[in-house]
C-alpha cells in the first residue's frame, strides 16, 4: 500500500516562500519519478515539477522555473518542493504524485493520467 502524505501548505504574502513536503511509504521507490501537481479552483489539475528518485534530476513547468526547487531525501523517503517568490496566481491546493513507470518511460511525464499514487492535498494561499 503506497502512502503519500503532505505537509507545509498555508497562508503567504507575495513574494513569500513555503516547503512542502511528501512522506512516501509502502514500497521502494527507486525506480520511480515523483512530481508536484497543484489545482486552483474551477482550473484543471496541472504538473508543476517532478524529480528522479534514483538520479535526482529535475524537470519543471516553466512558470515556476527558477522560483520553485523540488529535491528528495532517500534515506527520509521524502520528496520537498521549496517555493520561493510566490504569486496570488499560485494558489492552489498542491499534490504530491508518483509515477511507477518514468524508470520505462525514461522522460517526465506532464500528464497527471501518469501518475498512479497520490497524496490528499495541501492548501497553498498566496495573498497579493
Known amino acids: 500500500q503506497v502512502q503519500l502524505v503532505e505537509s507545509g501548505g498555508g497562508l503567504v504574502q507575495a513574494g513569500g516562500s513555503l516547503r512542502l513536503s511528501c512522506a512516501a511509504s509502502g514500497r521502494t521507490f527507486t525506480t520511480y519519478a515523483m512530481g508536484w501537481f497543484r489545482q486552483a479552483p474551477g482550473k484543471e489539475r496541472e504538473f508543476v515539477a517532478a524529480i528522479s528518485w534514483r538520479s535526482g534530476s529535475t524537470y519543471y513547468t516553466d512558470s515556476v522555473k527558477g522560483r520553485f526547487t523540488i529535491s528528495r531525501d532517500n534515506a527520509k523517503n521524502t520528496v520537498s518542493l521549496r517555493m520561493n517568490s510566490l504569486v496570488p496566481e499560485d494558489t492552489a491546493v498542491y499534490y504530491c504524485?508518483?509515477?511507477?513507470?518514468?524508470?520505462?518511460?525514461?522522460?517526465?511525464?506532464?500528464?497527471?493520467?501518469?501518475?498512479?499514487?497520490w497524496g490528499q492535498g495541501t492548501q497553498v494561499t498566496v495573498s497579493s
Open positions: 504524485a508518483a509515477d511507477p513507470k518514468y524508470a520505462s518511460r525514461n522522460y517526465y511525464s506532464v500528464r497527471p493520467s501518469e501518475y498512479d499514487y
